[in-house]
């Protein structure tokens, strides 16, 4: 066989970025299935989205992952865009088909594998959701979309909170209600799952905890946070205490990371390859 010495490239755009710890657990598993691939964490300032993205299409590269500020703009510069991205209204995964760019949100879907892994099936499920941003609205889409029975969205500002979960609601055609955050939202016993999609608890405010009652909560409620740093947010330590079932914010960011290295490649993901490079690029114990 003739040699190779071409790797195929993905990467990350977005500013700031020297932090995201994504490029650590897909060299992990690239490395771990052979492929001569690079992930190239690259700092892109707003104003050069455009030329970055050119930039893919000039090195034939296989993909990218959006991160702050390029989720949304980014759809601009793309051939197409996956029908739950287009709902969702950011993307966060490109990849390349031929010539075409397009345009996929692996976060709801990360969340929903986490989700899965507990062994929840969020069919016919009720689901509360804390937030209405970005997060939120990636998690709202992929519950109503995986046939959620209901969906509260729970939000402090309230125009924002009812804006998305009418808007979700009318492109899913799924049962998704809002409710206004006044005081301690009480978590009501019909609830399977209950969701943390805002940055409360989020470094360096690691003492902070979403203002929520759980104590009439069903005992079997999962409690879920999209908060990866740290991952035991106190709304994670103070459910585990009351015994219910959790999912931390690093299995959505593993498994949209799992999600997206399968769009590229199309290779099965080694999730535990990932999850171990991710914890260690943390800094937390394997
Ligand atoms: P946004 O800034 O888009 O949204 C933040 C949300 O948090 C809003 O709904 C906001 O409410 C709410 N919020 C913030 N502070 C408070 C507060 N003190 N009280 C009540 N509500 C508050 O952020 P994202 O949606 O992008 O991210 C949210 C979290 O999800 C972050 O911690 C992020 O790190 C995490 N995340 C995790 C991922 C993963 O893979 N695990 C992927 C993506 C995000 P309001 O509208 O009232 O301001």
Redesign the pocket.
């Known amino acids: 066989m003739p040699a190779n010495f071409k790797a195929e490239l993905v990467g990350c755009f977005g500013q700031p970025v020297a932090e995201n710890p994504t490029g650590a657990m897909q060299e992990a598993a690239f490395e771990a299935l052979g492929l001569n691939w690079r992930y190239l964490t690259v700092e892109v300032k707003p104003g050069d989205l455009g030329n970055a993205m050119l930039g893919v299409r000039a090195f034939g590269m296989r993909g990218v992952n959006l991160t ?1 500020p390029h ?1 949304v703009a980014v759809i601009r510069h793309l051939d197409e865009t996956a029908p739950d991205a287009a709902i969702i209204g950011a993307v ?1 995964t490109v990849r390349r088909e031929g010539d075409k760019l397009i345009g996929e949100n692996t ?1 709801g879907k ?2 929903l594998c986490g989700v899965r892994d507990a062994g929840l099936d969020p069919k016919g499920k009720r689901a509360v959701v ?9 998690i709202v889409t992929e519950l109503a979309l995986a046939g959620a029975a209901d969906v509260l969205v729970v ?4 125009e ?2 009812a804006t998305m979960a009418a808007e979700v609601a009318s492109s899913t055609n799924a049962p998704i209600r809002f409710q206004a ?1 006044q005081g301690y939202y009480p978590v009501s016993a019909d609830a399977d799952i209950l969701v ?7 470094y360096p405010n690691s003492d ?1 905890m ?2 929520v009652d759980l104590n009439a909560a069903h005992p079997r409620m999962l409690v879920c ?5 740290p991952p035991e947010t106190r709304l994670i330590a103070t459910a585990r205490q009351q015994g219910l079932p959790v999912v931390d ?9 799992a999600i997206a290295f399968e769009l590229w490649t199309h290779e099965q993901a080694p999730e535990q390859v990932m999850k171990r490079a991710l914890r260690r690029a943390l800094g937390l114990v394997i």
């Open positions: 702050i989720k966060n976060d990360g969340f804390l937030g209405a941003g970005g997060a939120a609205r990636a939000n402090r500002f309230a924002r909170g955050w943390n999609a805002t940055s409360i608890g989020l902070a979403p203002p946070d999209a908060v990866f740093n914010g690093l299995a959505m960011l593993v498994y949209q990371g």
